[in-house]
């Protein structure tokens, strides 16, 4: 079936320092890859997403791009700010069964210390 | 504000009790989905519905149930409720049936069910 796994959190960093949170995929075909954050008390919104292969989704200075030969969509920031803490979530849209379907991957706690 | 409100936000209960979550989704979405957020099992897809039809069913138990109605909200029935069900439950919609190529999905923001 199909799975997402995340780097573990959580993640502590300072204002302005470089963010990276890994995220790798099992399925079958050609899914698509998201990226949804969840802030303190609020639901999960989307990030950024890819649809293909190669391509970078980018919104917010975050970016990820769609790495199939490594099966990998991994989230960067060049320079994280206190309000970037949340959670975040990568996902996948692949099919199961008869209908297409959205896997979340466990999360990653981000915290950003002043 | 995601145009997914869900009720109640907060709710109390003791075990074997019976609780209605309800949803309502984004003008024009047909697709509702309830999803449960626990510590221990993270982001679990429970269950799919599109237009009034079930349509996919993930990890859900056969003690909760879950309809669409004809105006589109949707509600999750939690029976015989357990300590383990307590949890974060989120609904979410989407214009079609979801998790099409590119396809996005607009999330509430939950209602806390503590199970006593």
């Known amino acids: 079936g199909n799975s997402v796994t995340q780097m573990e959190g959580p993640v502590t960093l300072s204002e302005e320092a470089f963010l990276t949170i890994n995220c790798t995929y099992t399925a079958t075909g050609y899914p698509s890859l998201f990226w949804y954050v969840q802030y303190p008390g609020e639901g999960l919104q989307l990030l950024l997403k890819?649809?293909?292969?190669?391509d970078k989704g980018s919104n917010k200075g975050f970016e990820a791009t769609y790495r199939k030969e490594t099966t990998s969509f991994h989230l960067e920031k060049g320079s994280v700010q206190v309000s970037d803490s949340a959670v975040y979530f990568c996902a996948l849209s692949g099919r199961s069964g008869s209908a297409r379907q959205l896997t979340f991957g466990s999360g990653t706690q981000l915290t950003v210390l002043p | 504000d995601s145009g997914v409100t869900q009720t109640p936000k907060h709710l109390i209960t003791a075990t074997g009790q019976r609780v209605t979550l309800r949803c309502s989704p984004r003008s024009g979405d047909l697709s509702v989905y309830w999803y449960q957020q626990s510590l221990d099992q993270g982001l679990q897809f429970l269950i799919q519905y599109y237009n009034g039809e079930e349509r996919a069913k993930g990890n859900i138990l056969e003690r909760f149930s879950a309809q669409q109605f004809p105006d589109l909200h949707s509600e999750l029935n939690l029976s015989s409720l357990e300590l383990g069900d307590s949890a974060l439950y989120f609904c979410a919609s989407s214009v079609a049936t979801g998790g099409e190529i590119g396809g996005e999905l607009f999330f509430g923001e939950g209602s806390r069910l503590t199970v006593l």
């Open positions: 890819a649809t293909k292969a190669d």
